[in-house]
């Protein structure tokens, strides 16, 4: 089971504001809203904080990218002994 980075394991009530619609139909079907609303915020901090990331380290993911791409696998000649050595 991964740890979990974002949760402080304790809860805080807040106010937010969602479509009667949607509370009266959740509140029926049976479902958590404060449980549904924290899996979706984590999947967004999730989504922004890799998109975040990926922005950040661009440019070198970009040149190491270039790198491997004029000078090769460094580790290719790895894959012959993996594959010799296999139980295949």
Same mark, same amino acid.
């Not at 809860?11 to 479902?31: C, Q």
């Not at 979706?40 to 190491?64: C, H």
């Given at each position: 089971?991964?740890?979990?980075?974002?949760?402080?394991?304790?809860?805080?009530?807040?106010?937010?504001?969602?479509?009667?619609?949607?509370?009266? /139909?959740?509140?029926?079907?049976?479902?958590?809203?404060?449980?549904?609303?924290?899996? @979706? &915020? #984590?999947?967004?901090?999730? !989504?922004?904080?890799?998109?975040?990331?990926?922005?950040?380290?661009?440019?070198?993911?970009?040149?190491? /990218?270039?790198?491997?791409?004029?000078?090769?696998?460094?580790?290719?000649?790895?894959? @012959? &002994? #993996?594959?010799?050595?296999? !139980?295949?």
């Amino acid at each position: 089971m991964k740890p979990d980075l974002i949760g402080s394991g304790t809860r805080k009530p807040v106010n937010v504001s969602l479509d009667t619609g949607i509370v009266a /139909t959740a509140r029926e079907v049976g479902i958590n809203l404060s449980r549904t609303t924290e899996v @979706a &915020l #984590r999947a967004a901090i999730k !989504t922004e904080q890799e998109r975040r990331w990926r922005e950040e380290y661009r440019e070198a993911i970009g040149r190491f /990218t270039q790198w491997y791409e004029l000078a090769g696998d460094p580790l290719a000649h790895l894959a @012959a &002994l #993996r594959w010799r050595n296999s !139980t295949y």
